[in-house]
């Protein structure tokens, strides 16, 4: 098979710092990527976060418009490493709502990855539209990006994922997270 994980290595003891979450959760700050568009050719999703895995990586990322969360979840299970031992972190898209939040993790992620809890959840995107993407949309969109987050939130009591957090927001949409919520991703 073709080496498709980049290779690294972990000194004796002293691996690969970690930061510390919200709420205490500690996370790699060294994680594999599968956007299927990073990969060379002749290496798979599924492979490539193997021999992840076999070097000693522990954090994984993925997002629900990758469509790679399957071939992620079946690389977890062939590599026997435990799921204590793994970072998982996913994406969900913009701003969907609170519900289809919580429906497409208990639905779609989950079962997918085949694992019963994420370790971090991150909306994406705070805009709706591709084309305003990574944040153009400016305060347009406030009540469902707070929708959305009250349903991150929501998966966070429920205890399905550890910790959660955005992604590509400004400053501003930031605070009116913070502001709804009272929770800083």
């Known amino acids: 098979a073709a080496a498709c994980a980049v290779a690294f290595a972990l000194a004796s003891g002293s691996g690969v710092p970690s930061v510390e979450l919200p709420g205490g959760v500690m996370m790699p700050m060294l994680a594999f990527g599968s ?27 993925t997002a629900n418009n990758y469509g790679t969360q399957p071939d992620v979840g079946e690389a977890m299970k062939a590599a026997g490493v435990p799921r204590s031992e793994i970072f998982l972190t996913t994406k969900i898209p913009g701003p969907i709502g609170k519900q289809q939040t919580i429906d497409m993790i208990m639905n779609v992620s989950l079962p997918q990855l085949g694992v019963d809890y994420l370790d971090l959840v991150l909306i994406h995107k705070p805009c709706i539209e591709k084309d305003l993407f990574p944040n153009k949309c400016g305060a347009a969109e406030h009540a469902e990006r707070v929708d959305t987050w009250e349903g991150v939130l ?23 997270l913070v502001a709804a919520s009272g929770v800083t991703p």
Do not use: M
Not at 35 to 60: D, M, N
Not at 154 to 174: P, T
């Open 35 to 61: 956007y299927p568009g990073s990969f060379k050719q002749g290496c798979t999703v599924a492979e490539s976060v193997r021999q992840w895995l076999a070097l000693g990586g522990r954090h994984i990322d």
């Open 154 to 176: 929501e998966l966070k009591r429920l205890g399905k994922i550890r910790a959660a957090g955005v992604s590509n927001f400004d400053a501003d949409q930031l605070a009116t």
